[in-house]
């Protein structure tokens, strides 16, 4: 455990007992974290966004307290939309979803949010799905009918404590469907048929498809156990899909709790209002990335509490910006200052806001404190110790991750993260390494690092992301 933090306690506020807690992992040498990912099918908004950043600094607060965490964000790569999308321009499901998975990638990377360790693919996991509809099946909690699978909310007393909802509100809420093969109108699917022309998987029901619910519990089970430390995401899903997501895992896990800690993050409004496809003022991060800097854009989904509601305005984003160029201004000022900043670093009342259940803007008001007193001191001692710090924190949070003379050339504007054109420079790149150019391929990895852009070959093709 790290030296510094282990001084200080994590307090986090659980959904399931509505207080702020101390946590303490179940194991210490394997901390497991899940926050439910992207349905690949469209480019992600800044709603999308914030749990992706919100949750990138609880894993890196994590990884500095604990040796061993496995965090895991899930990709939903089969759904209706992804379907229609498919169909829509007559290709196969996983056309659009690893584009729209690598879209993702990129667009978060650029948001300086690090990969999880682990990124289950629902198609992957069918058989796990399966398995566990079996067992929910042999214990009374589901039953089969009509090509489907339907999970018996009845059968489950707990159902609706996370969200501290009565039936009838969750009823009205889940907007379910009345269908002549359900048991209780507020039974949910597990499993549907699929047509011909859609995709399916062979089951015990005949072909069809998992419902939404039913993968996040057995990818969990799969990858990381039947109890984890903490399950996030944001408030939009604590209802149903949580609630659905806790019901399927505790049925099927004689009782075993699926998560210890539950963790949501609030809406993101925009100007003042619900974004929303009707009012036409979705934000998408492919577009805000090429007119922003990527870590402008985090700290300004940074400078709220992650549990209130965020207003996002285009003046919060320019002064997200500006709150960058003062920390960047301080550490350029510190550049010839000597000083070998370590994962300690971080000063103990900028921990100690992070460790109050991620008070990010109590967090940032230290950082201003320490970048105020650094444009101010005149030992060369206690310079070095603030620029340690400075750098310290940053890194908590995920950003001062640049060097600040690239900050200022134009590494804070959003031109060097252009997506187009990061993606046309490693298409060239790609084309030079098969022609087995690698002095030209070099050349456009060198380019790229140059923009602060990191890239890294993989199984499914090139990614990219700013260099941290
Ligand atoms: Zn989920």
């Not at 089969?78 to 290709?91: R, S, Y």
Request: charged share 25%; with cysteine.
């Amino acid at each position: 455990m790290n030296t510094q933090l282990k001084r200080h306690k994590l307090t986090l506020y659980n959904t399931l007992t509505r207080k702020k807690e101390i946590f303490e992992p179940a194991d210490p040498n394997r901390v497991t974290m899940y926050v439910c990912g992207p349905t690949v099918y469209n480019h992600a908004h800044i709603g999308n966004a914030r749990p992706a950043v919100v949750f990138d600094v609880l894993a890196r607060v994590l990884r500095r307290l604990y040796p061993h965490v496995v965090y895991a964000r899930n990709i939903t790569d089969i759904e209706d939309k992804i379907i229609a999308a498919a169909k829509a321009q007559g290709v196969d499901i996983s056309v659009v979803t690893e584009k729209y998975a690598d879209i993702y990638r990129n667009d978060m990377g650029a948001l300086g949010v690090l990969a999880p360790d682990l990124e289950p693919k629902a198609t992957d996991s069918v058989a796990e799905m399966i398995s566990m509809m079996e067992r929910l099946i042999e214990a009374g909690h589901a039953y089969a009918a009509d090509g489907h699978v339907l999970f018996n909310v009845p059968s489950y007393p707990g159902y609706g404590r996370l969200s501290g909802r009565d039936r009838d509100e969750m009823v009205a809420g889940a907007r379910v469907e009345v269908a002549p093969y359900k048991k209780d109108p507020a039974d949910f699917v597990l499993w549907k048929p699929s047509a011909p022309d859609q995709p399916g998987w062979d089951s015990p029901w005949g072909r069809g498809r998992p419902g939404w619910h039913i993968e996040c519990s057995a990818m969990i089970e799969k990858h990381l156990g039947q109890t984890i430390d903490i399950h996030g995401g944001g408030i939009d899903l604590q209802f149903p899909h949580h609630e659905n997501e806790v019901a399927q895992s505790a049925c099927s896990h004689h009782g075993a709790p699926l998560a210890r800690f539950w963790l949501h993050n609030g809406f993101v409004n925009i100007e003042s209002e619900k974004m929303s496809k009707s009012i036409g003022n979705v934000l998408l991060v492919h577009d805000l990335i090429s007119q922003a800097p990527g870590e402008a854009i985090r700290l300004a989904l940074l400078a709220g509490h992650y549990r209130q509601p965020l207003d996002w305005t285009a003046e919060g984003l320019a002064q997200a910006k500006r709150m960058l160029d003062r920390l960047y201004g301080a550490l350029r000022n510190l550049a010839d200052v000597r000083s070998e900043p370590t994962n300690d670093a971080a000063p103990d009342a900028f921990v100690d806001a992070l460790l109050d259940d991620l008070n990010t803007p109590k967090a940032l008001s230290e950082l201003f404190a320490i970048a105020k007193r650094a444009n101010t001191e005149t030992d060369p001692g206690t310079k070095a110790l603030l620029k340690a710090e400075l750098i310290g924190a940053g890194r908590l949070i995920g950003i001062l991750e640049m060097d600040p003379e690239a900050w200022f050339a134009g590494g804070g504007t959003a031109s060097h993260i252009d997506g187009d054109e990061i993606e046309r420079l490693i298409a060239a790149r790609n084309a030079a390494r098969k022609e087995k150019n690698f002095a030209e391929a070099d050349r456009i990895r060198d380019e790229l690092a140059a923009m602060g852009v990191q890239i890294e070959d993989g199984p499914q093709g090139t990614s990219w992301r700013v260099a941290s």
